[in-house]
């Protein structure tokens, strides 16, 4: 476990990089926290820092989408939210993005959590009383 805390937005950018080295070369990685907490905003970053050349959005309705980054490689960013069941990942065909070895940013993986493979990262956002952010990486 490792803790990170961010103040304010202008120490996004460093958290994200204390995050990413912690990520390693691990491809799934779990974000966990309430609605509002800042999820989708740390996946907008990680992709900027790994050079995504696409525009980053929460995929809420389309449940999942795929990035190009600058060396060819995609990057799967989910958003489950909206699910109801486990079946609506099956159907989706989860299985062929976590097992592509490609990076897999998940929201709402609570939603899923019996589909992640046992070596996801799991990144549980926080926020504090005085509206900092601390995130908290378990491996």
């Known amino acids: 476990m490792f803790s990170i805390e961010i103040p304010d937005l202008t120490k996004l950018s460093d958290a994200v990089s204390v995050l990413l080295g912690e990520i390693g070369s691990k491809r799934i ?3 966990y926290g309430k609605m509002g907490v800042g999820k989708t905003t740390i996946i907008k970053e990680i992709c900027r820092q790994i050079d ?3 525009v980053v959005n929460s995929p809420t309705f389309a449940l999942v989408n795929e990035y190009h980054c600058s060396d060819g490689k995609s990057v799967f960013h ?3 939210y909206r699910i109801n069941e486990l079946d609506e990942a099956y159907d989706l065909g989860y299985e062929e993005y976590f097992y592509s070895n490609n ?3 998940i929201e709402w993986a609570e939603k899923i959590e019996p589909l992640l493979p046992e070596d996801a990262v ?3 956002i926080e926020e504090t009383h ?3 952010r601390v995130i908290t990486i378990y491996k």
Do not use: M, Q, R
């Open 29 to 31: 990685v779990a974000f």
């Open 52 to 54: 995504v050349t696409d």
């Open 78 to 80: 989910f958003d489950f």
């Open 103 to 105: 990076l897999c940013l």
């Open 122 to 124: 799991a990144v549980k």
């Open 130 to 132: 005085n509206g900092k």
